[in-house]
């Protein structure tokens, strides 16, 4: 069984174009969040929600709305994607303010 | 904020050597410190972790210690082996934040047989 899972694992579109990344976790926690991993690797905090509700908005530009519709699903919404969205974006979940966060496999987000 | 240095970005160790990984971290309000690891193509795996009521922490070839004073935190491995390499990410995260992880930039450990 898949503890975090997300959904499509590749994603190439043109700039512009709008697209959605699903994440579901069947363990039970309370709060989700959204990691991007630059082509650097470097991994950086972009959303969490505890019990369906926004906790952390960093600066992201307002084009990426997430949106969760119950603790086990969080959704991340891009629009008008441009080149620099290029990018791996883990969902990921943990107990809220417990620490230890399980990660999805990660969407490669490829914009041309 | 919460700001997490790591050394080195690369290392490589012959098979059967230790591998030593360092971070440093800025909020002494942060209080648990996880190791990731992360091989090609897949999400970062939780290896140990420790929290910041305990000096240190094993289990089998992988230890962590932690300087509280000092504010910084190390990853040992033991009896290197080939299927370790990958990227090794160490993070921070206080009680009194909303949970969220500030990583470091990674290591990539490669083992060479």
């Known amino acids: 069984d898949t503890a975090v899972s997300q959904t499509p694992k590749y994603l190439v579109t043109q700039m512009g174009n709008d697209k959605s990344i699903k994440c579901e976790q069947n363990?039970?926690?309370?709060?989700m969040y959204w990691y991007k991993q630059d082509s650097k690797k470097f991994l950086k905090i972009m959303f969490s929600y505890n019990n369906k509700e926004l906790i952390i908005n960093e600066t992201v530009p307002n084009r990426f709305s997430p949106k969760s519709p119950d603790k086990a699903h969080l959704n991340l919404h891009i629009n008008s994607l441009e080149l620099g969205d290029s990018a791996v974006y883990f969902c990921a979940s943990s107990q809220f303010r417990q620490g230890d966060h399980t990660f999805g496999s990660g969407t490669r987000l490829t914009v041309v | 904020g919460e700001n997490v240095e790591q050394h080195p970005s690369t290392l490589s160790v012959q098979e059967g050597d230790s591998a030593v990984i360092k971070c440093t971290y800025s909020?002494?309000?942060?209080?648990?410190f996880p190791w990731y690891k992360q091989e090609l193509g897949k999400g970062p795996q939780l290896i140990i972790d420790i929290r910041s009521n305990v000096g240190e922490k094993k289990d089998q070839r992988i230890a962590v210690t932690l300087n509280k004073t000092a504010k910084h935190f190390s990853l040992h491995i033991t009896e290197t082996q080939p299927e370790d390499s990958a990227v090794y990410f160490c993070a921070a995260s206080s009680r009194g934040s909303q949970g969220n992880l500030i990583f470091g930039k990674g290591t990539k450990l490669s083992v060479k047989p």
């Open positions: 363990l039970g926690h309370d709060t």
């Open positions: 909020d002494s309000a942060s209080n648990y």
